[in-house]
């Protein structure tokens, strides 16, 4: 089970609510709690989305003035700050392929992984818009396919600096003046049609080999990406069918590049409105709702279906047009036809988890669909989005999470200290056939 921290939570008008602290989320503090609160509750990992700059729109007019996503901290500052402050809960960032370089990348992940005693992980994206392309000396984003292309060699290059040290390295003998074995640092030399880069990397090797790699796409480009690299998936399935239909090609993705199927963890992004009735859980969600403006409601469709200021927002849901993300489009839509929904119902029910499957009910509802989801082989998991921090946390700590563990489906401590050790993942194989060894500070011990 992941925790996405990102803002004040994953509700637009989240920051309305009279419990919220709208400065939240410039507030170290404010995430500082949320971490201890999510770690003493045994959460896997915190998982912080991120954008290179200010993606909301003043589309249609209005709607920038009532978006509180637009105040942010850099993820890899925040997470290093926050593994000071906690001892074993993962930590894992986004960071873009197309405005990074490769070593810049395997640099600062690796010094996270380091810092924190191996709890890193990398969210693999891509990026998608054009708010981020001028932030880096261009008009409009990459293409779609060149996106895919040149992320496809970027991670490569990562893992291989990553693979600069073998574990037993670090000699650190005083006595022979020895703290390096020279046959341990490797140099990757790669030179490709995006990146040449010589390494090696200066950051050793982690207690968990390398940070964990993470995805989100679900486009025939990113299943293609996960095949190769993704050891954790972030998904956003809206239904049982499309959850075990998204699995089935991921699995097969890693299978097509000689990857085991069980050496990935699917978790599926959702939003919890928990009550201890039905009648109780509804009334959160309204009253949540009622604080979206349309305005705002309707940016969040923007980036996906356009501008739908001029349709009726009690009337259907139109076709997508060039949208800026492929499968998110495609599912929002499909959706939207299948629950006769409303432009209204649509920019209520994204508004409110931001794309992730929103549950409303009591804790046995909302348990037995987890259950269901999981013991299916759907997912691995959850990726818990919630709407509103650090309340929705509370109210899952309080009414979910007793019913999960009643049912012997979430741990009451943790087992290992490393973010593969709590998923369960193996640890990763040098590409230079270095043999596993216990690092310094355990030789030492």
């Not at 996106?147 to 040290?165: I, M, P, Q, T």
């Amino acid at each position: 089970m992941g925790l996405s921290i990102r803002y004040l939570g994953y509700h637009a008008a989240g920051w309305r609510h009279p419990d919220a602290d709208p400065g939240g989320s410039t507030s170290f503090r404010h995430f500082a709690t949320v971490a201890r609160m999510a770690e003493q509750s045994c959460f896997d990992m915190l998982f912080l989305a991120d954008g290179i700059g200010v993606r909301v729109t003043d589309t249609p007019p209005g709607a920038l003035a009532q978006s509180s996503q637009v105040a942010d901290f850099e993820p890899l500052t925040l997470l290093s700050a926050l593994s000071a402050v906690t001892g074993r809960i993962g930590l894992v960032a986004t960071a873009s392929t197309t405005y990074n370089e490769p070593f810049h990348i395997a640099r600062k992940y690796a010094s996270l992984d380091r810092i924190s005693g191996g709890r890193a992980g990398w969210n693999i994206v891509t990026s998608w818009s054009d708010a981020e392309a001028r932030n880096f000396g261009r008009d409009r984003h990459l293409d779609h396919d060149t996106r895919y292309d040149r992320a496809l060699e970027f991670a490569e290059v990562v893992k291989g600096l990553w693979d600069s040290w073998s574990a037993d390295a670090l000699v650190g003998d005083k006595a022979r003046a020895r703290f390096l074995d020279p046959a341990g640092l490797h140099v990757l030399d790669h030179d490709g049609p995006h990146f040449r880069v010589r390494g090696p990397l200066d950051v050793p090797r982690s207690p968990q080999g390398r940070p964990i790699l993470v995805q989100a796409g679900a486009s025939d480009a990113g299943i293609e990406l996960a095949g190769r690299n993704a050891e954790v998936i972030y998904s956003l399935p809206r239904s049982l069918a499309e959850a075990r239909a998204h699995s089935e090609k991921l699995r097969v993705a890693l299978e097509r590049h000689g990857r085991r199927r069980e050496d990935l963890r699917i978790l599926a992004g959702v939003t919890l409105f928990v009550g201890r009735t039905e009648a109780e859980a509804r009334a959160r969600y309204e009253a949540m709702r009622a604080l979206i403006p349309p305005e705002l409601g309707l940016s969040y469709l923007y980036a996906q279906l356009g501008d739908l200021s001029g349709y009726p927002l009690d009337g259907p849901v139109p076709e997508p047009r060039d949208p800026m993300v492929r499968s998110i489009a495609r599912a929002l839509v499909d959706q939207a036809h299948r629950e006769n929904m409303t432009i209204r119902d649509l920019y209520s029910l994204i508004a409110s988890g931001f794309g992730a499957h929103v549950l409303i009910g009591t804790p046995e509802r909302i348990v037995d669909m987890m259950e269901e989801w999981f013991s299916c082989g759907a997912v691995d998991g959850f990726n818990l989005c919630p709407a509103l921090l650090p309340l929705s946390l509370e109210e899952f700590t309080e009414l979910i999470l007793p019913e999960l563990r009643r049912r012997g489906l979430f741990r009451t401590r943790y087992e290992g200290t490393t973010l593969r050790e709590h998923l369960c993942l193996p640890l990763p194989a040098s590409r230079y056939g270095d043999p596993a060894a216990p690092a310094l500070e355990e030789r030492r011990a």
